[in-house]
């Protein structure tokens, strides 16, 4: 069965330093995204991307972060400098279509020092 | 402002017992409904979708949800849990297009056996 996947499954990095979490969609989806979850709080939506654009980005998603999808099968989020605050699950998705289901991924646990 | 709220955190119940969790969301217009599992130490799996049709919807899993438009709710039953239901739940509602899903805060549920 395809899956999403992502890497690192865990990233520890430093206050300040810039990260990049990398995903490989499903092959042929077309729609890709960026969740995150806080410990202990909700999966929050970051940032959608279709026709290599975002299409849509929440509040959480500021100057410091971007995403890109560099050769026609990764799908990076970059953050550039970290903030401890930046400590989080980062789930990966993708889908068909805007409005099917989303698969994805087992998320990168990144925690900031 | 839109969101989407689930009324239990927490639940524990005994393997065979009924499982309802709730959830209403306060999108206006047409919107597609989610819910997802996340079993522990695993990614985020659907459960069950509602699109358009039969408000009563099936999934995998004899997991089942009702889709009550009136109330703006979905929510998910499970008529005998198993201890392999132990996981997280988290509904979600699509109202867009570009395929942004806005989460609730999810419900820890632990099936003893």
């Known amino acids: 069965e395809p899956e999403v996947t992502q890497t690192p499954s865990h990233q520890v990095t430093q206050m300040g330093q810039e990260v990049i979490l990398r995903c490989v969609p499903i092959?042929?989806?077309?729609?890709f995204y960026w969740y995150r979850q806080i410990l202990g709080q909700k999966v929050e939506f970051l940032v959608s991307?279709?026709?290599?654009?975002?299409?849509?980005k929440s509040e959480i998603f500021d100057d410091q972060f971007s995403v890109e999808r560099p050769d026609g099968s990764n799908f990076t989020l970059k953050i550039r400098s970290t903030k401890l605050e930046d400590s989080a699950m980062y789930f990966c998705?993708?889908?068909?279509?805007?409005?099917?289901?989303?698969?994805f991924g087992q998320g990168t646990r990144l925690t900031v020092v | 402002a839109q969101s989407v709220s689930q009324h239990n955190h927490h639940v524990i119940l005994s393997e065979a017992a009924s499982l309802e969790l709730g959830c209403n969301y306060s999108?206006?217009?047409?919107?597609?409904l989610f819910w997802y599992v996340q079993y522990p130490g695993q990614h985020l799996q659907l459960l069950l979708k509602?699109?358009?049709?039969?408000?009563l919807v099936k999934g995998i899993k004899g997991f089942e949800a009702e889709f009550i438009k009136s109330k703006f709710s979905f929510n998910l039953r499970k008529p005998s849990v198993q201890w392999s239901d132990t996981a997280e739940y988290f509904c979600?509602?699509?109202?867009?297009?570009?395929?942004?899903?806005?989460f609730g805060a999810g419900t820890q549920v632990v099936v003893t056996p």
């Open positions: 998705a993708s889908s068909s279509t805007g409005s099917t289901e989303a698969f």
């Open positions: 092959s042929n989806h077309l729609y």
């Open positions: 991307f279709y026709n290599n654009e975002i299409s849509e």
């Open positions: 999108y206006g217009g047409t919107v597609n």
């Open positions: 509602y699109f358009s049709g039969d408000p």
């Open positions: 979600a509602v699509n109202a867009n297009s570009w395929g942004k899903l806005q």
